[in-house]
T-cell receptor, first 113, second 110 residues
Framework: NAGVTQTPKFQVLKTGQSMTLQCAQD?????MYWYRQDPGMGLRLIYY???????DKGEVPNGYNVSRLNKREFSLRLESAAPSQTSVYFC????????????FGSGTRLTVV | GENVEQHPSTLSVQEGDSAVIKCTYS??????FPWYKQELGKRPQLIID?????GEKKDQRIAVTLNKTAKHFSLHITETQPEDSAVYFC?????????FGAGTRLTVKP
């Protein structure tokens, strides 16, 4: 039982490059989330998927897209990376929406130069 | 949307002392209040949570209290140990949204 698995753990991009962050959970959770964590700003929601087949914008969605590939997998794509997207990204899942505890992945440290 | 404020931003205590972290929320419809602990370089992990129909919950050395009227909730850690050193995040959620506080860096000095 791996919980929530994120790849890659580290990535350096040049401005304008694109990349996809992968996330998979094996807990049969319905809901999945992508957060970014910046110093002094806590965790801010980028996008979420309440259930398979649905996605919605969070607090800071600009510059990102997501795909809920199936119940297990939820990917985050940066189409044209900018230095402001330098951050630590966490994927999380919960049984059924934000009224249940989240299980987080180990995070991706992204640097855009 | 919901707004969560967390205080203090840093807290330093001696081993064995108690630590208290406080959060306030803005949306009276919020009904679930989890706390997460994040050790340096690690993922946030759920340590305790409370729902709006409960005023207090305890799990060994940690406890959470909720005052719905005042819209604030607190994390209490007793008999602190060096391994309690971490960043603690509070959060508040309604049906479709969870918002996190900015975090409290707790340092327990041996």
């Amino acid at each position: 039982n791996a919980g929530v698995t994120q790849t890659p753990k580290f990535q350096v991009l040049k401005t304008g490059q694109s990349m996809t962050l992968q996330c998979a959970q094996d807990m049969n959770h319905n809901s999945m989330y992508w957060y970014r964590q910046d110093p002094g700003m806590g965790l801010r929601l980028i996008y979420y998927s309440a259930s398979e087949g649905t996605t919605d914008k969070g607090e800071v969605p600009n510059g990102y897209n997501v795909s809920r590939l199936n119940k297990r997998e939820f990917s985050l794509r940066l189409e044209s990376a900018a230095p402001s997207q330098t951050s630590v990204y966490f994927c999380a899942s919960s049984r059924d929406g934000p009224n249940y505890g989240y299980t987080f992945g180990s995070g991706t440290r992204l640097t855009v130069v | 949307g919901e707004n969560v404020e967390q205080h203090p931003s840093t807290l330093s205590v001696q081993e064995g002392d108690s630590a208290v972290i406080k959060c306030t929320y803005s949306d009276s419809a919020s009904n679930y209040f989890p706390w997460y602990k994040q050790e340096l370089g690690k993922r946030p992990q759920l340590i305790i949570d409370i729902r709006s129909n409960v005023g207090e919950k305890k799990d060994q050395r940690i406890a959470v209290t909720l005052n719905k009227t005042a819209k604030h909730f607190s994390l209490h850690i007793t008999e602190t140990q060096p391994e309690d050193s971490a960043v603690y995040f509070c959060a508040a959620s309604i049906v479709s949204d969870m918002r996190f506080g900015a975090g409290t860096r707790l340092t327990v000095k041996p």
